[in-house]
């Protein structure tokens, strides 16, 4: 079974601060991906980013970075200079092949950032 | 090009009444999920379909039917609603079974249940 942990549960920071919201997972297979998606106060959910278990070279976007460790089976996501519309709540999911036939995503219970004027 | 749609959007219904959630995508995935969003608990799988006629069990399927006669479209039936279904709930799809397609989501649909 898959298993996705944020124990961030809320956060808050001024604006132009830096963030990183940490996520844990759990798996048993060798192939799996990783995943963040940004969900906004208008409730939609964004997809972000997606990292598979073979590449754990970090990620840089903008102002968004990803630092993706096997050895401690994190995948962390910093926001660096934080802005006031980041503010969201952000999940951090996983899919691998024994998640079902459908490579269903198992999600971690989000972390609710608020970044302050 | 209105990719994923869910109605309605928000719903208030009373306890034992059934109610049903719809979704409908334009992309003509192969896959589609029905997830529940709770606080504390993230997004749970309800159900998911592989393709028309074709559905399968979640994280958490009692109290709920789905259906998929056309791929486009995949209802969610809360066959006799209770308080416990109060939650926000999305759709999802996508096109291929690989770990390494993400998931689009719909806009959700806020069910109360009184």
């Known amino acids: 079974a898959q298993k996705v942990t944020q124990a961030q549960t809320e956060i808050s920071v001024v604006e132009k601060e830096d963030v990183t919201l940490d996520c844990v997972y759990e798996?048993?297979?060798?192939?799996?991906?990783l995943f963040w998606y940004k969900q906004p106060p208008s409730g939609e959910l964004v997809f972000l980013i997606r990292r598979n278990s073979f590449d754990e070279q970090n990620e840089i976007s903008g102002r968004y970075s990803w630092n993706f460790q096997k050895s401690t089976s994190s995948f962390n996501f910093t926001i660096t200079a934080s802005q006031v519309v980041d503010s969201a709540v952000y999940f951090c999911a996983l899919s691998a092949l024994s998640s079902g036939s459908a490579r269903q995503l198992t999600f971690g219970s989000g972390t609710q950032l608020t970044v302050l004027p | 090009d209105a990719g994923i749609t869910q109605s309605p959007r928000y719903k208030i219904t009373e306890t034992g009444r059934q109610v049903t959630l719809m979704c409908h995508q334009t992309w003509s995935h192969s896959y589609m999920f029905w997830y529940r969003q709770d606080l504390g608990h993230g997004l749970r799988l309800i159900y998911y379909?592989?393709?028309?006629?074709?559905?399968d069990k979640g994280e958490v399927p009692d109290g709920y039917v789905v259906s998929r006669s056309k791929t486009e479209n995949f209802p969610l039936t809360l066959e006799s609603a209770t308080r416990s279904q109060t939650s926000v709930y999305f759709c999802?799809?996508?096109?291929?079974?690989?770990?390494?397609?993400?998931?689009?989501f719909g806009p959700g649909t806020r069910l109360t249940v009184t």
């Open positions: 999802a799809s996508k096109n291929r079974t690989s770990v390494r397609y993400e998931q689009y």
């Open positions: 798996t048993r297979d060798t192939t799996y991906y």
């Open positions: 379909s592989a393709a028309a006629d074709i559905t």
